[in-house]
């Protein structure tokens, strides 16, 4: 269980340092369901809620499209994994506009793309930091 808010946590973080690096990218917590009246609880709340659904995105949705696009990706050696990260993205913009606290992205090629080298390059660095990649046997 602490693993798992430990995954939710780091998503959060990915996505808090895309959207100060991108202009195009920004999360609305203004409708979040907790409205607390602190500004800075409402958006780390929405965060941690955008970056529960990127999560869930990545584990549900990834895997199918990756082993789709396997001939796709062998062939651009592995470069269009990035594309897969940011179509996920996308994906979570698309499923937080239906939630109180929305993802936004201006455009794919240039905001996506960047955003999901973003987010992958700081959720590296988080879960070699917290541990989160090595295998354990008290999982």
Request: glycine share 8%; hydrophobic share 60%.
């Amino acid at each position: 269980m602490v693993k798992f808010l430990l995954r939710v946590i780091v998503n959060g973080l990915a996505l808090w340092v895309a959207t100060l690096i991108l202009p195009g990218m920004d999360v609305i917590p203004s409708g979040t369901v907790a409205d607390t009246g602190d500004p800075t609880l409402n958006a780390v709340i929405a965060y941690l809620v955008i970056g529960l659904v990127f999560g869930a995105v990545n584990a549900v949705v990834k895997p199918i499209i990756s082993l789709l696009a396997l001939p796709l990706t062998c062939l651009t050696l592995g470069l269009f994994t990035v594309i897969i990260n940011a179509g996920m993205l996308m994906l979570t913009v698309w499923l937080t506009s239906y939630l109180p606290m929305q993802l936004t992205v201006d455009a794919f090629w240039w905001t996506a793309v960047f955003a999901a080298i973003i987010v992958s390059v700081v959720s590296m660095i988080a879960n070699g930091v917290f541990g989160l990649n090595r295998s354990s046997s008290r999982d």
